[in-house]
């Protein structure tokens, strides 16, 4: 059944892959952003189409959210609007527990007071902190070694108790390690592929911190984006928590190799000081979406990298 669907972040990495995947399912999408860390270039593609409308706002306007909840009556709202950089929220705790908790307790009041239906949650892999059996699981105790990862598990409690409470479904979706097109590369603090294929574009070796012996669980944007969909979408859940992860373990020097391949890096790669606090393994379990949302990643890591590495425009050589 096609419905209004409002997503807020809607112009950021994960937001903007979210409502195009809405607007090619049909669906009418409403995307909130205040584009503080979002870019309206995200969203080309869904403002051609005559689905998607987009409101401007700093979610914690007064009553501005609510309003729109309240016109729009939607489907589900799916929450993704927060601060993604972990390092800012050690650097910033405030600003953490502000765009990390009170955004999601803001959302999870306008579910309330509006009756929508179901809110899906962009939670994190970070609410794991550095548990050594892998794969993880959901039902691991959440033991968060930073801000952020203590701000998403308390937010995915605080969504599942007003649901309880109130009577609507949430659904928290711990992301693992997410890359894809329009992932900024910027930042030193971006991820690992994003960083790596603007090097190797602009024909500069990589940097592994440490070995390279360490493992992520890779998952696509667009993977990522569909299992949004699917919690928000797929009839006759109930609330719960899953993991949105491949599945499989990759190695730093192989992603490395593979990303060589798919840009034609020549290059050496480099190696530097392992960084302090690193994770060294990291693989969730995906069974559990599999079940409850009838989702599997559906690119695979070297697939998802050629096709990233054909879509990204080679940036200027620096020195
Ligand atoms: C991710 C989050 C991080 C969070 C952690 C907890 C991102 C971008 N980071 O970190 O904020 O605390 O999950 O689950 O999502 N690396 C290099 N060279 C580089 C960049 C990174 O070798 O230029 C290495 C890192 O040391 C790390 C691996 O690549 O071993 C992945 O790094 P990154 O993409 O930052 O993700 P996580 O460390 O998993």
Partial sequence: ?????????????????????????????????????????????????????????????????????????????????????????????????????????????????????????????????????????????????????????????LLLGHARTYGFVARCQRYFNVFGPRQDPASPYSGVIAIFLDRMQAARSPVIYGDGGQTRDFVAVQDVARANVLAATRPGLASGVVNICSGRSTRLNDLAAALAAATGFGGPVTHAGAKPGDIRHSAGDPGRAREQLGFACEWSLADALAALAHSTRPAVAKS
């Fill in 1 to 157: 059944m096609k419905t209004t669907i409002i997503v807020t972040g809607a112009a950021g990495f994960i937001g903007s892959h979210t409502c195009d995947r809405l607007l090619v399912e049909g669906h009418r999408v409403i995307g909130v952003d205040d584009l503080s860390s979002g870019r309206a270039a995200n969203l080309e593609d869904a403002s051609r189409d005559p689905g998607f409308a987009f409101e401007g706002f700093d979610l914690r306007a007064p009553g501005r959210f609510s309003a729109l909840v309240e016109a729009a009556r939607p489907a589900a709202i799916i929450h993704l609007a927060g601060l993604v950089s972990v390092q800012a929220s050690i650097r910033d705790p405030r600003l953490n527990f502000s765009l990390n908790l009170e955004l999601t307790h803001l959302v999870a009041e306008a579910a309330r007071e509006q009756a929508v239906p179901r809110v899906v949650f962009a939670s994190s892999a970070a609410i794991y902190g550095d548990f050594p059996h892998l794969p993880l699981r959901e039902d691991i105790a959440p033991q968060p070694l930073t801000p952020y990862g203590a701000a998403k598990a308390a937010s995915e409690q």
